[in-house]
């Protein structure tokens, strides 16, 4: 069984923290992604990876960096944490040279930030 | 930029009866993949149905198929026989051929009433 798992499920941090989100994945992808999922906005583009060390910015990116050093880990970085990121963030991989396989998705991880 | 649009945040059916979900996107790409993934309340995501761009026979995975107008970039979702187990929030995505970036609308949050 392909595997996604993000590091926790609940994390409740104060304003200008920084903080790491943590994802790893078994399947040996290539693309991961992170997004944020908020009422009436689905899930929206933060950053995706398609390869170690590669990155590109999805449609939100202000706020955040990513870090890819090695292929089954894509962290997401809040640099100095705000109450407007206070969301839901999803992670999810898929394979790159088979463009529109299925995406695998982590359980997610309810940030808030007081 | 590709977008994604779900009109509907909310539908209902009642238990048996059939429904079909809206989805509209945006894209200057040829050769792309859509998809429906259905987030129940665990949050786990789950692909529900797939459709290549460049086929074009609407997909079709047991009681739910789609249909694809690709000149109207249209791609909706039609559940037959509706269960309780189907009630979730789904969502309508669009994966690049050229980049993979996955890209997700706003989420139509189905309640089927028994």
């Known amino acids: 069984d392909v595997k996604v798992t993000q590091s926790s499920r609940y994390l409740v941090k104060r304003t200008g923290e920084k903080v790491f989100l943590e994802c790893v994945q078994d399947m040996d992808h290539e693309n991961m992604f992170w997004y944020r999922q908020d009422p009436g906005l689905g899930l929206r583009l933060i950053y995706f990876?398609?390869?170690?060390?590669?990155?590109e910015k999805g449609d939100i990116p202000e706020g955040y960096s990513v870090s890819r050093e090695k292929k089954e880990r894509f962290s997401l970085i809040l640099e100095s944490a705000s109450t407007n990121q206070t969301s839901m963030y999803l992670c999810?991989?898929?394979?790159?040279?088979?463009?529109?396989?299925?995406?695998?998705f982590g359980q997610g991880t309810r940030l808030t930030v007081v | 930029a590709q977008t994604v649009t779900q009109s509907q945040p909310e539908m209902s059916v009642q238990e048996a009866e059939t429904v079909t979900l809206s989805c509209t996107y945006d894209?200057?790409?040829?050769?792309?993949?859509l998809f429906w993934y259905k987030q129940p309340p665990s949050r786990q995501m789950i692909l529900v149905i797939r459709q290549e761009a460049y086929k074009q026979q609407n997909a079709t995975e047991n009681r739910f198929s789609v249909n694809f107008q690709k000149a109207a970039k249209s791609f909706s979702l039609k559940i037959s026989d509706s269960q309780l187990g189907d009630a979730a929030m789904y969502f309508c995505?669009?994966?690049?051929?050229?980049?993979?970036?996955?890209?997700f609308g706003q989420g139509t949050t189905l309640q089927v009433k028994p």
């Open positions: 894209t200057s790409e040829s050769d792309y993949y």
């Open positions: 995505a669009y994966s690049s051929s050229n980049t993979g970036k996955l890209i």
């Open positions: 990876s398609y390869d170690v060390k590669m990155k």
């Open positions: 999810a991989s898929n394979f790159a040279l088979l463009y529109g396989t299925e995406a695998f």
